[in-house]
């Protein structure tokens, strides 16, 4: 059974960074594009950044130049570095993995709270 596990949520004050991790069994890792997403309380779940099979990111306008994504093939696993984080990024954090023609995973989310 596929599963994405993923780690690293917490309390940060304003201005500190963390690092998620998401962990990928019983998939091909290497063939699955990675995401996260993110969903605030109150608030519909959104995109957050995306990694490619070839390691082509992307970025919603409002984490670029803040957030970086990242993944190893070697231990299937997928980061999102954030940095200079904002009471605005609140939320939980989600690891997706996609491909054509399969089905699209999501993990069970790590909670993200940035607050003084």
């Known amino acids: 059974q596929v599963q994405l596990a993923e780690s690293g949520g917490a309390l940060v004050q304003p201005g500190g960074s963390l690092r998620l991790s998401c962990k990928a069994s019983e998939i091909i890792f290497r063939s699955y594009i990675m995401a996260w997403y993110r969903q605030a309380p109150g608030k519909q779940r959104e995109f957050v950044a995306r990694?490619?099979?070839?390691?082509?990111?992307s970025y919603t306008n409002s984490v670029k130049g803040r957030f970086t994504i990242s993944r190893d093939n070697a231990i299937n696993t997928v980061y999102l570095q954030m940095n200079s984080l904002k009471p605005e990024d609140t939320a939980v954090y989600y690891c997706n993995a996609q491909r054509t023609l399969s089905p699209v995973y999501w993990g069970q989310g790590t909670q993200v709270t940035v607050s003084s």
């Open positions: 990694i490619s099979e070839d390691h082509i990111q």
